[in-house]
């Protein structure tokens, strides 16, 4: 994969994380975190898989 491939990649998958991290605030602020517990931590889930995912692009790019 070219650098410029997992450029592109980071970059959409940063636009994930700030669009999760958006909706887990909204989730918090509305108490919706309680309510709607598994939906909640499904967001965490997205996050977390997309944290993991671009950490691992960046290294690829690096390694490269």
Known sequence: ???SDH?????????????TQKMLSRFE????DYEMADDY?????????AIK???????GMLSS
């Open 1 to 3: 994969m070219k650098d």
């Open 41 to 49: 931590n499904k967001l965490l889930g997205i996050l977390d898989d």
């Open 53 to 59: 995912q671009q950490r691992a692009h960046t290294k």
């Open 29 to 32: 602020k509305e108490g919706m």
């Open 7 to 19: 450029q592109n990649i980071i970059n959409k998958l940063q636009i994930l994380i700030d669009d």
